[in-house]
């Protein structure tokens, strides 16, 4: 027993098999060459990644099930899976509205529900890195509407033509998928910053607010309804949105118990989704006087479209197969950077992770469930930029920081770094708002990943259905609207962005910025540069585009940034992602990182 950690096995805490880089490698695992020592032939040597973590992560897969059925991790499990399974299948549901109706119902509530539940399952089971959560996201659903309006208006597909060609998109783009992670491409994720990670969290920010935006116009011009209808819903998705967010700063705040208020902060997601569901149910003479419109369900367990599941991709011109291949590599254009940041997010150093991560198998891994959803005609998952995070997060373990300590740790420092997700090398800029608390570890398990897939699974089930059914379009427009939020509020850009505004001679002389606004500027100007191309091609048909400018940051920030700025300013600025050994262990270790944990 440690009693540093409230009395937590000592084997919970810490891996039970240190994993090591060294000479001898993990049990004949490879042995891993620092990054700087690599030669073109060692990089690309066929299955070398693959086979180096499933190797270094196997003799750590069967505490990943029992670590969670520890007594002390019961609360942190159970919350976790209430909490995640709300944050993954709400915005999924959200998304398939608008798939819904800009593919004339290819896809409907069972296709992304399904593919919820195969993801969640498949990498629960199988991935080497569990943390990581895939779904349904926004930027699949930007794809695949894209990919419909240029075949459908232009080349008259219905939308079995256009299941059919999207197989074949998704059959090309698991074969890129297989390539990359055989030949281990993945490594270069090693070069994502929080300059890039940030210039797209704030992309995919605005890009759900967008999205609940569009969803509340439309309610506006509803078949058989009035304006009624459209303000009703405002209230509803404002009044949504407004409640749990207030209600999840619960947690970060002084009031109630330590324990109580992140407990309320967990959940306010879950108890908002539930509230506003109930209130458009008023009873009579009240607000059920108006219509509005909610949620559409098909037949359990069937798609949405008079069809079997299995999508007969050979009835296809050969030329369309073949025009597929370049839209497929867009795809995986695009799950390279999202899955692999979404993963890199899960593992970031603000969280003590102990056990090795794996980015090679888990690509080829991604490879299958899409390939699967083509065949099936389902909305292809991957990686979640808001969620991955925020899954590790809630399979975290908290402890709170009495001022004493924090007033102690404080002595001579220059500024007021926070306690709480930074480390060492941490950006000085990259500031989280959450006082006097300090993550001792996370549970690091598969059983919570499992269930929440199994329960998304069931969801397809009639009863379920039905109450998915009674949920307002509203609350989904307020859920793009609070996750949108959420993401743009905290980011660095935007923070960053207003400090210029400041008048820096009326802070605290601990918490000013030792940079000039000049090169500060420069720094988020390039951000918001990125920020905006990419804005502007998804509003237009080239959107499928919109992956190439997305990577091209990451060759920009490796060979043209260093030029613009010294390296005093960018070691403030900015910051590698994730450094942890147990994360670079598969991308390519530093040289101080070869040694035995």
């Known amino acids: 027993m440690d009693a540093r950690n409230g009395g937590v096995p000592i084997h919970l805490v810490e891996p039970p098999i240190p994993y090591d880089t060294s000479e001898s490698g993990l049990d004949g ?58 944050i993954n299948l709400m915005p999924a549901l959200a998304y398939v509205l608008d798939m819904t109706e800009r593919t004339d119902h290819s896809y409907g509530v069972n296709e992304v529900i399904l593919a919820s539940a195969l993801a969640a399952i498949v990498f629960a089971v199988f991935s ?42 998704l059959i ?21 910053t929080e300059m890039i990670s940030d210039t797209f969290g704030l992309y995919v920010g605005v890009i759900y607010i967008e999205k609940g935006i569009e969803q509340l116009i439309a309610e506006f011009s509803l078949p058989g309804h009035d304006n009624a209808t459209g303000w009703l819903s405002v209230t509803i998705a404002i009044l ?93 254009l695009l799950f390279y950077f999202d899955h692999n940041v979404s993963s ?7 969280f003590p992770i102990s056990k090795p991560a794996g980015f090679h ?52 420092q220059a500024s007021t770094e926070p306690l709480h997700h930074t480390s060492g090398n941490a950006s000085i800029l990259h500031i989280s708002h959450f006082p006097r608390v300090h993550n001792v570890r996370v549970v690091e398990q598969r059983l919570s990943h499992l269930v929440i897939g199994l329960l998304t699974l069931g969801a397809m089930t009639r009863p379920i259905l039905v109450s998915l059914g009674t949920m307002p379009r509203a609350v989904f427009a307020g859920v793009f609207l609070l996750v949108g939020w959420a993401s743009v509020e905290s980011n660095p850009i935007v923070t960053r962005t207003l400090s210029l505004l400041q008048d820096r001679s009326a802070l605290d002389p601990r918490v ?21 191309l990419t804005i502007a091609i998804s509003q237009t048909i080239a959107a499928i585009g919109f992956p190439i ?32 050994p147990a994360v670079m262990v598969s991308l390519g270790p530093n040289e101080d990182q070869t040694k035995s944990s």
């Open 29 to 86: 695992a490879p042995k891993e060459v620092p990054w700087s020592q690599r030669s073109w032939l060692y990089e690309l040597r066929p299955f070398r990644g693959m086979w180096s973590d499933v190797r270094r992560r196997l003799p750590y897969y069967k505490s990943d099930w029992v670590d969670a059925l520890w007594p002390c991790n019961w609360m942190t499990v159970g919350t976790s899976v209430v909490r995640i399974f709300f």
């Open 128 to 169: 080497v890195q569990p943390l990581t959560f895939v779904g349904v996201t926004g930027l699949t659903d930007l794809m695949n509407y894209t990919i419909y309006d240029i075949f459908h208006k232009h080349y008259g597909f219905d939308q079995m033509h256009y299941l059919r060609l999207q197989a074949w998109v």
């Open 172 to 192: 090309w783009a698991a074969g890129f998928h297989f390539l990359v992670a055989i030949f281990n491409i993945c490594d270069f994720t090693r070069f994502i």
């Open 240 to 332: 949504f949105c407004v409640t749990v967010y207030f209600a999840t700063l619960v947690g970060s705040s002084t009031y109630l118990p330590f324990h109580a208020r992140r407990l309320i902060g967990s959940l306010a997601f879950v108890a908002g989704c539930l509230f506003w569901t109930g209130f458009s149910h008023f009873p009579q003479h009240s607000l059920k006087e108006v219509p509005i419109s909610r949620l559409p369900i098909t037949r359990s367990f069937f798609p949405t479209l008079d069809r079997g599941w299995f999508v007969d991709f050979w009835e296809i011109e050969v030329r369309w197969v073949f025009i597929a291949a370049p839209l497929g590599l867009m795809i995986m």
């Open 344 to 350: 890199v997010m899960a593992q970031a150093r603000k």
């Open 361 to 412: 198998w888990d690509f080829f891994l991604l490879g299958i469930t899409t390939l699967l959803s083509g065949f099936l005609g389902l909305p292809v998952p991957n990686g979640l930029v808001p969620q991955a995070p925020d899954h590790t997060d809630s399979l975290s373990v908290y402890r709170q920081i009495p001022v004493h300590e924090e007033a102690k740790a404080a002595e001579g």
């Open 512 to 532: 000013r910025i030792r940079l000039s606004r000049w090169t500060l500027s420069k720094f988020v100007g390039i951000q918001w540069l990125f920020f905006g």
């Open 549 to 580: 400018i997305i990577t091209l940051m990451i060759p920009c920030r490796t060979f043209i940034v260093p030029w613009l700025f010294t390296k005093e300013q960018l070691d403030a600025l900015d910051a590698p992602t994730a450094d942890a």
